[in-house]
């Protein structure tokens, strides 16, 4: 998911609007933005993408001066518009709006022990627990209580509350999602990524920390930690394949680790072929840096249909297979005889590699190599990125890279090492820091319920 937040802006709604539409990428499920004129709350969303959820009529009325967005990454049994973020609530005397990236992983426990106590929850969401943690804690502010509803929940969130006046800010103790903060003019801007400050013309500020929280109001803004800082884990995935890649994170442009990410790949398992190509969009950095590595010519053998969203979202198998199809096409003129190089940035079921071989062996391939930009998916995600079960990861289904690539129909298949990856991403990491590759070594940063 991707969150957005505005505050003290005449426009609130509207830069939300081109945060959340930069934010895309995260999630095509659902959007929605609420407004607060600083008296009540104006809100919306729906099904859908930004551009189709919201009309010129619809923001105009999404009135005031503070706003939070959310677009929605949806995972397999939790579609639904009861889903949408951002979630409103009646809270003590006013409203609560929470717009929340990531998966708390112990939202089942927490929730399990508010149904004793007579909770009753509208949604399927983790996020609802949070408020309802707010709801019933014994401090009477909302600035007191939100701090201490963070030290009850664990996973990973980067997250965003607002009341009719105050926003608050709040990012995971492990630092697991991205979260920035901006300013334009006298406004406070925070992001999912910086590509969405850069959307608004708003100049970055600083990253949230890990264990961090905000509180903007018109007195100012309150900083506390609910947590001591501990390692910062940041997902590497963010960094291999869903931020976008004119982000920058930690200090870091997602663009250069990608680029580096296929050098290295390039150097640790080259190919004899005659050309590189890309499977568009996300992997065209690291395609681009393995072929400048080994002087191959890159060249644009798969044109991407701009108007489908990611195949991640689609439910099921079968419809994942056929918006594959749609979505790319081989270029025949480009593609027939040669001995393609394939860069992808990740194998995850591995129905894109599969697809794609096929198309290009349609189009006439001679030979097909194909290389990831990351290691083997071994694991699932606890943390709000959908990997599927462990059953359904290529990886545990061929033990080694020779079956698993006869097995999408590659000539030959290999991945960057996980010591290949850890030094790209070490790269002028900041001091306390490091980066959760548990999908790709099993080891959770957090406790798992
Ligand atoms: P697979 O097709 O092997 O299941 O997934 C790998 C492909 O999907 C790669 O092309 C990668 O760029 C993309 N991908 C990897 N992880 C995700 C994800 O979490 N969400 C979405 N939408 N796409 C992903
Ligand atoms: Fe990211 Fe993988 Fe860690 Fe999930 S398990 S947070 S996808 S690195
Ligand atoms: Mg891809």
């Not at 609420?34 to 809100?43: I, K, L, M, P, T």
């Not at 640790?268 to 393995?290: C, H, K």
């Not at 990740?346 to 930009?373: D, N, Y």
Request: aromatic share 8%; with cysteine.
């Amino acid at each position: 998911c991707g969150v957005f937040g505005v505050f003290n802006h005449p426009l609130a709604a509207d830069l939300t609007y081109y945060g959340l539409h930069a934010l895309q990428h995260r999630g095509q499920e659902s959007a929605g933005i609420v407004a607060s004129d600083g008296e009540r709350f104006h809100f919306h969303k729906a099904l859908g993408l930004v551009t189709h959820v919201f009309t010129r009529d619809i923001l105009d009325r999404l009135r005031g001066t503070m706003a939070i967005g959310h677009v929605r990454y949806g995972s397999a049994g939790e579609s639904g518009g009861q889903n949408s973020q951002p979630l409103v609530f009646k809270y003590r005397a006013g409203d609560l709006a929470v717009a929340h990236n990531g998966s708390l992983v112990n939202a089942a426990y927490e929730r399990e022990l508010l149904h004793q106590q007579g909770s009753i929850f509208q949604t399927a969401t983790d996020t609802e627990v949070i408020a309802h943690l707010l709801a019933r804690s014994a401090k009477q502010h909302f600035s007191e209580a939100a701090p201490e509803v963070l030290k009850k929940i664990q996973g990973s969130f980067a997250l965003l509350m607002m009341t009719e006046k105050q926003l608050f800010v709040a990012l995971d103790r492990h630092g697991l999602r991205p979260l920035s903060l901006g300013k334009l003019g006298d406004a406070i801007v925070v992001a999912s990524e910086t590509c969405a400050l850069n959307a608004v013309d708003a100049t970055y500020w600083r990253d949230v920390e890990p264990g961090e929280w905000l509180l903007i109001d018109e007195d100012g803004i309150q900083t506390g930690r609910f947590a001591e800082a501990e390692k910062k884990s940041l997902c590497s995935f963010e960094l291999v394949y869903f931020a976008r890649a004119d982000s920058k994170i930690d200090g870091k442009s997602v663009l250069a680790v990608r680029k580096e990410l296929g050098r290295t790949l390039a150097r640790e398992r080259a190919a004899d072929a005659d050309m590189v190509v890309a499977v568009p969009e996300s992997s065209v950095p690291a395609a681009l840096g393995y072929a400048e590595q080994l002087g191959i010519p890159y060249e644009l053998g798969l044109i991407k249909n701009p108007y489908v969203g990611r195949t991640f979202i689609e439910p099921t198998q079968d419809l994942r297979e056929l918006a594959v199809r749609l979505k790319l096409s081989a270029v025949r003129e480009v593609i027939e005889g040669k001995r393609i190089v394939l860069v992808d940035d990740s194998i995850v079921r591995g129905t894109t590699s599969k697809r794609i071989v096929g198309l290009l062996r349609e189009a006439g391939a001679k030979e097909v190599h194909v290389r990831i930009s990351s290691p083997m998916v071994k694991d699932p995600c606890y943390y709000g990125i959908d990997m599927a079960d462990k059953e359904e990861l290529l990886a545990n289904r061929w033990a080694e890279e020779e079956a698993m690539g006869a097995s999408i129909g590659a000539d030959s298949l290999a991945f960057l090492s996980e010591r290949g990856m850890s030094d790209v991403l070490n790269i002028g990491l900041s001091e306390g820091s490091h980066h959760c590759l548990a999908c790709f070594n099993g080891q959770y940063p957090t406790q798992l319920y």
